[in-house]
């Protein structure tokens, strides 16, 4: 393995010197030229997919960045007779001003995803493309770069194009992989995959994605600039071309636009592709079998190339999966103390004309483990909601260990400490297990270095018994085994309050009491817990206190075998006369 | 300030071109509101049929309306093939855009390749006519245009409210399961649906042959506009989808004539961008 | 037997999953199917509607075996659901719902009587015939789900927490339409988590209880029984 890498590594440095010393090794300008476009392309290719693959958030409108990159560059030189090299920063720097501005607009409507999404930039493509044709900075009549000098970096000015492409291409390559490395990355593979669950688990949404637009911007920004230096004559219908940003689409769909690696390697292959067709005088007939490759591959690779050479050595390297067995724990005796860890206040909530909470008021002290029961439709899913952040209050407060939390967006509350499950499970579907766990680690609980996190990922795969599965994408994984896989990331956060919403609805008996033995053991390491669940057996052997929620109040409160002996928490639960 | 004069006829001319701009948003707009496939290819589909349209009349002096009843059956059968690969790789969306901008894409290059790209033009003794009212030119081909593709919205719209069919390809875009439940085979009108649409390139083809000057890189010229008239119309509605082609033909035409041409495009997608900001529910 | 289902093994997805469900309900019956939330009654009935297939088991309708049909077969033959949640047609007009109900060629045939029958069980939805449904109060799109289910002129209806978000006073006529429903000629199959009202219209009932049924027989007899009380309140 670490020879492989080693071997890797090494392969890559020699390829970079190789390419870097192409342009004086004296072959025909034509490979110059050839070799740019292929940088040109594996550039826009990725830096289309810092936002658009990693994120999700799928643009058309990438020929915008890059054409303002191009126009900002081609004025500043022609105009003002900047040098070359300065324009270039500030052609990403425009760009990148550009991509924030449009994303803290669209980035606030919770709508405008996938298509409309597209649609959006789409447009805003022409708008930009109208504007610069009509203002002085085209004119209609284009920009000649002729006049322009070219930095001479290298011998002949297609040398220096050339190198000018190929350092961007690698700093894009190396922005690409940090950022799939980083931090930003996890996060914006989180969004990707469920973004209201990333932002429940503590991923900071809205700046991330500003972050990742800025970034993708403002690299096509700047290979923008280099590319008006290649074209030498710009025009807007040249471009603001619609097939651009298509072909920048296609290119990292077919390599794969989560992978790093991915848009390189499908933005190599379609220009090789293309370019051997040119070559051979059959342009069209090379375009028409692009076509079909297309549709081919995201017929039968729909994640494209890496992904789908990567899940096929994994197969192969994936040992026989066990099953998930919890042992049983004892529970200790485990203290409740006077400390309020959550204490919520008259609080409500409306959807509409339907008053879902209509004034609740709840106490959960530290230690302590609350069942939330009560009829369907009685608002204690929307309690959970309301507490971890999903949904805004109407009115009321909310504070968890003495900490207002009420109007905090939702990744901050999952920061101050609070955990939730969800019902259905709701795994970041493209993350393998133990990447969904470190994630839910690293965002929600306090900062560690990242070896601490997968070290504290691990003990959490292992105590809800899905070690062996760590490698497994969640679709791998039987419904009960999701459940736990939902614990696992709820608890790596280390919460100080841990919300669960109906964590034994839909498993077998056998399965039900495996969880319940789950829940015992997190109860013995003095989590305090408040619980939705329709299983009453479960809640009367788990719960210190039972809470019964009722047309959105709070119906009765106490232990929970009174709680349920009750003739009036009875009455609601099966009609008047049977608690007579 | 132009003229009133200058004002009226731009209108007139700019609804009139608004027609074609609304007839190829209608199939876009049903596919993509009743069936949630986004077909790029329409796009392709109906310059094909404008320069089969254009080949069978140069050469063989097929009269156009022929020439139509041949293809429009063609690009039936073209729309249900389609379909036909979407359901059986259960392509979403977003995978719909890739395939049929893909498929746009060999469309084109087979055009290139069999008319080259060579700006092609079909002369009729038809072709300019026009006549007068008041001050004003109506040209005949365009007002032609304008009252079918009103005979087919307006159709469209009555088949979709009307009819069980109607009814059952609406209902099963709103929820295909409950709508099965009731006997909807959704599939099945989803063939039929796709093939409509497809036909309608066809008929907007046969129009396109006779009105515009063809040339293969063409088929990108109008999408980003007719893009912007299926989402301004409302996804799946073929009357929205005419009155909103025809608003935007207006209003780019009056920006022509007040503004200067190039500003044109800003119109559309100004609105568009309005439209998605201001209530991104409006789909 | 009307509907016949002889251990039936019903799971996919997150639904929660149904073993060896064995009932029956016979031309003119109420059936109930009780339990509490999660206890698979929605992937029951989804089943016996079509929309869901069967693992393992058959599932036969006036003697045809419909384990292979697909789901918009299973309406020509009869069956007809009220869905859990209503699940309308939102944008679609009142009537346009209404006649959803009555897309299949029998049950359009007698399209303007089903009609005439589902206004006069429900005037309200005279009115607001042509609003879209999504606009209604609860208790009124309750009754469109309802009155789309007649349309089909079905031998059976299903349905699914017909109770569920509606006002206390609302739900009392809901089960007195029920019993009308039947009284018309069709029977019922009903799910329900509000135990009493459910077992108080049911000629037959059964207890379903994480995915099993683990109990069957008539109203009284099942209400002595302790497993219901457990089920609901764990003590």
Redesign the interface.
């Known amino acids: 393995m670490t020879n492989a890498q080693g071997l890797a590594k090494l392969g890559a440095v020699l390829g970079i010197l190789v390419f870097a010393f192409l342009p004086v090794a004296g072959l025909p300008a034509f490979y110059d030229s050839f070799f740019y476009l292929v940088f040109f392309w594996v550039s826009l290719a990725t830096s289309w997919a810092i936002l658009s693959g990693f994120a999700g958030y799928f643009s058309l409108g990438h020929a915008a960045f890059f054409g303002i990159g191009m126009y900002t560059t081609a004025t500043l030189a022609t105009k003002f007779e900047v040098p070359v090299l300065l324009t270039l920063p500030v052609a990403a720097g425009l760009s990148a001003l550009f991509g924030v501005t449009i994303g803290a607009v669209v980035f606030r409507l919770r709508r405008l995803r996938g298509e409309l999404f597209a649609l959006l930039t789409l447009s805003v493509t022409f708008v930009i493309a109208t504007v610069i044709l009509n203002t002085p900075i085209d004119g209609g009549a284009g920009i000649f770069m002729s006049a322009v000098p070219i930095p001479d970096l290298l011998p002949t000015p297609t040398g220096t194009i050339y190198l000018l492409g190929f350092i961007l291409c690698l700093a894009t390559l190396a922005i690409a992989w940090t950022v799939a490395h980083s931090r930003l990355g996890m996060g914006l593979y989180a969004i990707h995959d469920d973004e209201d669950v990333a932002e429940a688990k503590g991923v900071p949404t809205f700046k991330y994605k500003i972050a990742a637009f800025a970034l993708s911007a403002g690299i096509a920004g700047a290979v923008g600039g280099v590319h008006a230096l290649y074209v030498g004559f710009i025009t807007v219908s040249g471009t603001f071309e619609l097939t651009v940003p298509l072909f920048v689409v296609l290119m990292s769909v077919i390599g794969g636009s989560r992978h790093w690696f991915g848009p390189a390697v499908g933005a190599t292959f379609i220009t090789v592709l293309l370019y051997a067709f040119i070559s051979g005088g059959e342009a069209m007939v090379g375009r028409a079998i692009v076509g079909a490759i297309l549709i081919l591959s995201i017929l039968w690779l729909p994640d494209g190339l890496i992904p789908a050479l990567k899940k096929w050595r994994v197969r192969r390297a994936v040992s026989q999966p066990h099953r998930a067995e919890v042992a049983p724990v004892v529970p200790a005796a485990r203290p409740i103390k006077d400390r309020n860890i959550l204490e919520v206040r008259a609080v409500t909530k409306r959807f509409g004309g339907l008053q879902a909470l209509a004034g609740v008021d709840l106490d959960v002290r530290e230690g302590e483990i609350v069942g939330l029961v009560g009829p369907n439709g009685s608002g204690k899913t929307t309690l959970i909601n309301v507490i971890s952040g999903h949904y805004p209050l109407t009115t009321g407060t909310i504070a968890v260990d003495g900490v207002q939390i009420g109007a905090l967006p939702a990744h901050d509350i999952a920061r101050r400490g609070v955990a939730r499950t969800y019902q259905i499970p709701r795994p970041f579907t493209n993350m393998t297990v133990l990447e969904n766990v470190v994630a839910a680690a690293a965002f929600g609980g306090p900062s560690r270095s990242s070896k601490e996190i997968r070290d504290e990922a691990l003990h959490w795969i292992g105590f809800t018994g899905l070690s062996g599965k760590e490698e497994v994408l969640p679709a791998g994984l039987n419904l009960h085994e999701r459940k736990f896989l939902e614990l696992a990331r709820a608890l790596a956060a280390k919460p100080k309050l841990l919300l669960l919403d109906e964590v034994l609805s839909g498993l077998n008996p056998t399965e039900v009491d495996n969880a319940i033995q789950l829940v015992r053991a997190i109860r013995a390491q003095g989590a305090t817990i408040v619980f939705v669940e329709h299983l009453m057996r479960a809640v009367v052997e788990l719960s210190d206190r039972v809470a019964v929620l009722n047309e959105g109040r709070l119906f009765a409160l106490g232990a929970p075998r009174e709680v349920m002996r009750d003739p009036r928490v009875v009455s609601i639960y099966l009609g008047k006369a049977y608690a007579a | 300030m132009p003229s009133a004069t200058l004002l009226g006829q731009a209108l007139i001319s700019g609804v009139l071109a608004g027609g074609m701009y609304g007839l190829l948003a209608m199939g876009l707009s049903l596919s993509w509101g009743l069936l949630r496939l986004v077909n790029l290819s329409h796009f392709a589909l109906a310059f094909l049929s404008a320069y089969i349209v254009y080949e069978l009349g140069t050469k063989y002096g097929v009269a156009p309306w022929w020439s139509a009843a041949m293809v429009v059956p063609v690009m039936f059968g073209v729309g249900a093939a389609q379909y036909w690969l979407f359901d059986r790789f259960h392509v979403n969306e977003l995978a719909s855009l890739l395939i049929t901008f893909s498929f746009a894409v060999i469309v084109e290059a087979g055009i290139q390749i069999y008319w080259t790209a060579d700006y092609r033009r079909f002369e009729t003794h038809y072709s300019t006519l026009s006549f007068k009212v008041g001050p004003f030119f109506v040209p005949v081909l365009e007002l032609v245009l304008c009252v079918v593709a009103s005979v087919l919205a307006w159709g469209t719209w009555m088949w979709l409210r009307k009819t069980y069919v109607g009814k059952g390809l609406r209902a099963a875009a709103e929820d295909a399961d409950i709508a099965a439940a009731y006997g909807v085979d959704h599939r099945k009108l989803a063939y039929l649906l796709s093939g409509i649409g497809a036909a309608y390139a066809g008929i907007a083809g046969t129009f396109i042959a006779l009105i515009a000057t063809l040339a293969p890189a063409q088929i990108w010229a109008w999408l980003g506009v007719v893009f912007a008239v299926v989402i301004i119309g409302r996804l799946g509605n073929p009357l929205g989808a005419l009155l909103a082609g025809m608003l935007i033909g207006a209003s780019e035409s009056l920006a022509m004539a007040v503004l200067s041409p190039a500003w044109a495009p800003v119109v559309s997608f100004s609105v568009l961008i309005v439209i998605l900001l201001w209530d991104p529910e409006w789909l | 037997m009307l509907l016949e289902t002889r251990h039936l093994h019903i799971g996919y997805g997150?639904?929660?999953?149904v073993?060896d469900a064995t009932l029956d309900v016979d031309a003119g019956e109420i059936v109930s199917v009780i339990g509490?939330?999660?206890a698979g009654k929605t992937t029951l009935i989804n089943a016996i509607?079509?929309?869901l297939r069967c693992r393992q088991g058959d599932l036969r309708f006036d003697g045809v075996d419909m384990t292979n049909l697909?789901?918009?077969?299973?309406?020509?033959h009869g069956i007809?659901?009220v869905?859990e949640g209503r699940?309308l047609?939102?944008?679609?007009s009142v009537e346009?719902n209404l006649?959803?109900?009555c897309?299949?060629q029998a049950a359009?045939a007698a399209r303007s009587d089903s009609l005439e029958r589902v206004y006069a069980l429900f005037p309200v939805l005279r009115q607001k015939r042509l609003q879209p449904a999504g606009e209604l109060s609860g208790g009124q799109q309750q009754m469109v789900a309802i009155g789309?289910a007649l349309m089909?002129r079905p031998r059976i209806v299903l349905f699914d927490?017909p109770s569920?978000?509606l006002a206390p006073a609302i739900v009392d006529d809901m089960f007195d339409i029920i019993v009308r429903v039947r009284d018309d000629g069709a029977a019922v199959l009903l799910v329900e988590?509000?135990?009493?009202?459910a077992l108080g219209i049911a000629d037959r009932a059964y207890v379903l209880e994480?995915?099993r049924i683990v109990a069957q027989g008539v109203p009284n007899e099942l209400?002595d029984q302790p497993h219901?009380?457990?089920?609901?309140?764990?003590?």
């Open positions: 997150d639904a929660p999953a073993w509490p939330n999660g509607a079509g929309l697909k789901a918009h077969e299973f309406c020509g007809a659901l869905p699940r047609f939102a944008k679609m346009e006649e959803l109900g897309y299949l359009r789309r089909a927490e569920l978000g988590q509000n135990v009493l009202k994480q995915g209400l219901i009380r457990e089920a609901y309140l764990g003590v």
